[in-house]
């Protein structure tokens, strides 16, 4: 579990340099979006999901909804 105050720690510890994050503004505090939450906020935004597969994780990356 991640106590708080740790966050930024663990998000940077997982970004790629270079990378970035989407802030989908949940709201204070901790709470799990939905997936009818989540997306109309990439719809809102203009973005879909690619997911990635790899052997020892799913990655999921935003990207524009026109890209292909």
């Known amino acids: 579990?991640?106590?708080?105050?740790?966050?930024?720690?663990?998000?940077?510890?997982?970004?790629?340099?270079?990378?970035?994050?989407l802030d989908l503004g949940a709201g204070v505090g901790r709470m799990r979006l939905t997936d009818e939450q989540l997306g109309a906020a990439l719809e809102e935004a203009g973005l879909r999901l690619d997911r990635f597969v790899t052997d020892d994780r799913v990655w999921v990356k935003a990207v524009p909804s026109a890209a292909s």
């Open 1 to 21: 579990m991640i106590k708080p105050g740790e966050e930024p720690d663990v998000v940077a510890g997982q970004v790629p340099a270079g990378g970035s994050v």
